[in-house]
């Protein structure tokens, strides 16, 4: 069956008549979901199985769960979980308690996730910030160290398989550094390429073996001084699958941001030539996805081949008293906010 290199979103909570035929024409690889999307459970499961019925295979479904400022999933139908500097302050008072509560906080999120058909997370986060750097990462991250970051991230992508959903790490080769959100304009970071070796790129090599990873819409001067990560192939091969070493299939960030210039089709391409397995686009504008997804290729190759190998590793949750669970993970946490998880 033929797949194109692009994951798409949708408009509302439901499938207009018109979304229908894109997704049955176009052949997204997978699809991402943003609060517009979502009413409650129901809903939810209904959306995602109608979505994989009209692609006519278990397509993946994403969605941006991380917790703190950065959750599409909450109250009423679902727990708030905290942001990432939550697990990083535990990690300065006891380091395997706060590695232990990263881990169930992820299989607790993939429980939500997983009841309702979504089955990859955005997440975790393996920025490391700075001083004076943008808030757009702020207390996402899970600390100010690569060591400290990189070992509740991994905690937390366990816990996300062990929960039978799949991570994404992000924002490869590090977002933490910049001085503007790439959400509205295109940050661009001057540190030597040394600093960001031992600092921001340390961050992400105990990652590497993870099934799939994010881009960032930021420009490394030191290395390239023009493109942005996602568009650039240097940054793309002699860092991302380089130095780092990310074996995992690699998707951009959301193409439709403003830090990215040019026409969708430009970026998209821009994206795959660079080494991109997969462009992602968030938006859910009719006209953008139909641009998009004209100027994204079939899946083949060595990216075809990533993306089998980490749909392989979706499986069955392990068995958990959720119960039991939500109290004991409202218990360690509240060891730093003093309060129990919503």
Request: net charge negative; charged share 20%; hydrophobic share 45%.
């Amino acid at each position: 069956m033929s797949v194109r290199a692009f994951i798409t979103g949708l408009s509302g909570s439901g499938v207009t008549a018109d979304e229908r035929a894109f997704l049955r024409d176009a052949a997204p690889w997978g699809l991402i979901l943003f609060r517009r999307n979502i009413e409650d459970p129901d809903q939810v499961r209904r959306l995602t199985a109608e979505c994989r019925a009209i692609l006519g295979r278990d397509a993946p479904v994403l969605v941006d769960q991380e917790g703190g400022r950065v959750q599409r999933l909450g109250p009423p139908h679902w727990p708030v979980y905290p942001p990432g500097a939550v697990f990083g302050r535990l990690y300065g008072l006891d380091k395997t308690l706060a590695l232990a509560a990263a881990s169930l906080g992820a299989q607790l999120m993939a429980s939500d996730l997983r009841a309702i058909g979504i089955d990859v997370d955005c997440l975790p986060v393996a920025d490391v910030p700075v001083t004076a750097s943008d808030p757009v990462i702020g207390d996402r991250a899970y600390g100010d160290t690569p060591a400290q970051v990189a070992a509740l991230a991994a905690a937390a992508a366990d816990g996300l398989l062990k929960g039978g959903v799949l991570p994404v790490v992000k924002h490869l080769p590090g977002h933490g550094r910049a001085t503007a959100d790439s959400h509205l304009t295109l940050p661009v970071v001057g540190a030597d390429r040394e600093t960001l070796e031992a600092t921001d790129f340390e961050a992400f090599r105990p990652l590497a073996a993870l099934p799939l990873g994010m881009t960032a819409h930021v420009v490394f001067s030191a290395i390239d001084p023009v493109a942005p990560a996602t568009t650039s192939a240097i940054m793309v091969q002699d860092v991302i699958r380089g130095s780092i070493g990310f074996k995992g299939l690699l998707m951009s960030d959301d193409v439709s941001m403003k830090a990215l210039s040019g026409t969708l089709a430009s970026r998209a391409g821009a994206a795959i030539a660079a080494g991109c397995d997969v462009v992602l686009h968030c938006n859910g504008d009719p006209a953008e996805m139909r641009e998009v997804a004209e100027a994204s290729p079939l899946l083949a190759g060595a990216a075809a081949r990533r993306a089998d190998a980490a749909l392989a590793l979706r499986m069955q949750p392990q068995s958990i008293d959720l119960v039991e669970s939500r109290s004991r993970f409202s218990s360690m946490i509240g060891a730093v906010t003093g309060s129990a998880v919503a």
